[in-house]
């Protein structure tokens, strides 16, 4: 019996626990049934993304927009602010480029002259404003006409007070902000006067416009015609030395001539009486004093021929890596008797350290020569803008490959000295690292740490 009652109860515990799994796992025994069911909360939660999708999608675009409106806005008030900033902006506003071509600065002043008198004959014949509606106050007519007339003046006079102030403060950086300046005024005063449909005409606005470009162009002309003046002035400067310089070696070569010749005909008078020892000298001296009379009609040739020839002279190619750095030289010519003079004179106080001289080129034609080396280093000057500065940012080799095509005998001399910025460098170095006396002298290093600044 016992036996029977362990049996039954291991039955029944065995019920009961496949009972509980039973009831556990009852929801997925139709399995069709739950995959049907995760299908459709798939489907719903694929729906629900979609939709979110597109709401973040919209947001985005709407972001999207916001700040791009916003940007132009920035960028249009960035714009209009700098218009009245007073700096240097070429990269926004773009190099100006000439309208006119005048030969003479005074051909500006004609021009800009002829435009103020249309000015003046349009605002005469009223032409310089105008209105598109016919008013009337208190029912007359010739009264709103009146009232037009006199909104029409207050409107001229106060876009042409504006208009003088810019024409009398343009320069070479900031033409093209003054002329959008102008064009925003022209604008600006429209826009007050809608209310009374009074507008500023823009065949006028065209003609203030142009006397605003004209103002500025006679300044350029003007400023290029005293570069001219003054390069013309230092030609002739230049050719004053030269001619000074030629006038003395000429008279110094025939003083010493006459005072050859005399010792000459001295010695040869007195040879001819003169015997042994004596005479073997004097036939020394005689030999001595015609190479040297010689030499004298040599020098007298050359200065007669350098002051006959104006364009025989030297092409000097100097550099100054004190003041300018490496790979800048100075490609310049000179008619001197003695061209190292001009070099010197190039390294005067105006700049901090003298000149080393690279190649020393004479030449039949020299300004021929000059001129081919500035073309063919034209786009790499070092000013672009005023060609007076012969400064070029080339390499010493790019120069002689030059220079030899029709000067092949042109020596050149690759490394400068530049004494003067090397001791500097030693002091400053010296300076920089003062000697300690509780070590051992330490020699200094050949080369030094190019921490000049000029």
Known sequence: MPLFDNFMKKELEEISRLSALLKKYEPILDIEKEKESKILELNDLKISLKIKEGEIKKELHELNQNYQNALDIYSKLKHEVSLFESKLDLIEFGVYEPEYNFERSDDYRKEQERICNLQTEMISND????????????????????????????????????????????????????????????????????????????????????????????????????????????????????????????????????????????????????????????????????????????????????A???????????????SFGENVYKIGLTRRLDPEDRVRELGDASVPFGFDIHAMIFSE???????????AFDNKKVNMVNGRKEFFNVTLDEIEEVVKKNTPSAEFITFPEAMEFKETQAIQYRLQNPPNPDKEAKEVPDEFPLSLTV
């Open 308 to 322: 006959q020839q104006t364009k025989r002279g030297h092409v000097y190619i100097i550099s100054n890596i004190g």
């Open 127 to 306: 032409s310089a404003a105008f209105c598109n509606t016919n008013w009337s106050v208190e029912g007359s007519e010739a009264k709103g006409r009146a009232v037009v007339k006199r909104y029409k003046k207050l409107m001229l006079r106060a876009f042409n007070g504006e208009c003088d102030s810019l024409i009398s403060k343009v320069k070479w950086n900031n033409v093209n902000q003054m002329k959008e300046r102008m064009y925003k005024l022209f604008e600006s005063v429209n826009k007050l006067g809608e209310g009374f449909s009074v507008y500023i005409d823009s065949a006028y606005f065209k003609l203030r416009q142009q006397e605003l470009i004209l103002e500025y162009e006679y300044q350029v002309k003007r400023k290029q015609e005293k570069e001219e003046m003054k390069r013309i002035q230092d030609e002739l400067r230049e050719e004053e030395k030269v001619k000074r310089e030629i006038e003395i070696a000429t008279r110094q070569a025939e003083k010493e001539e006459a005072q050859y010749e005399k010792e000459l005909s001295k010695a040869k008078s007195i040879v001819e009486n003169a015997q042994g020892e004596e005479h073997e000298k004097l036939l020394n001296q005689i030999k001595e004093l015609e190479l040297k009379l010689s030499e004298a009609q040599d020098k007298k040739d050359r200065a007669l021929s350098m």
């Open 365 to 375: 034609d020299a300004p021929a020569l000059e001129t081919q080396l500035h073309q």
